[in-house]
């Protein structure tokens, strides 16, 4: 799932609050079949919204924006949709010399994987 924020202004900078039911939206995929409808969210903030789509192809997706059936400036706007990084490819890191079993895995932001042991409460 992914998520987009739009912010409709008036001609001189004001935001402009709309029900979410006037604002439609759908993504087309990179070969142009069977576009998907989006869902629109309305935000705490006045005339924010949020866009939520799903893709289940790679490729360069457009979204398309309207209010009351008329698009959006910039509308559609290209949307490229990659693999996620943990799905690449990468490949599998085999850790070896542990006294036991694995007891926690956990990782960081920046990929580096933490593995303690359950028999001498090592790192």
Not at 107 to 118: C, K, Q, Y
């Amino acid at each position: 799932e992914s998520t987009s924020t739009i912010v409709l202004e008036s001609p001189d900078g004001f935001p402009v609050p709309l029900p979410s039911s006037h604002i439609s939206c759908y993504l087309t995929p990179p070969d142009n079949n069977q576009p998907k409808e989006c869902e629109v969210k309305e935000s705490t903030q006045l005339g924010q919204y949020k866009i939520v789509f799903t893709p289940i192809t790679r490729g360069l997706h457009q979204l398309h924006i309207r209010v009351h059936d008329i698009n959006i400036p910039g509308s559609p706007l290209s949307i490229p949709v990659s693999l996620a990084p943990e799905m690449r490819g990468n490949p599998v890191k085999s850790i070896t010399g542990l006294n036991g079993n694995p007891y926690g895995i956990d990782a960081t932001d920046d990929g580096l994987i933490i593995v303690s042991e359950l028999i001498g409460y090592r790192i």
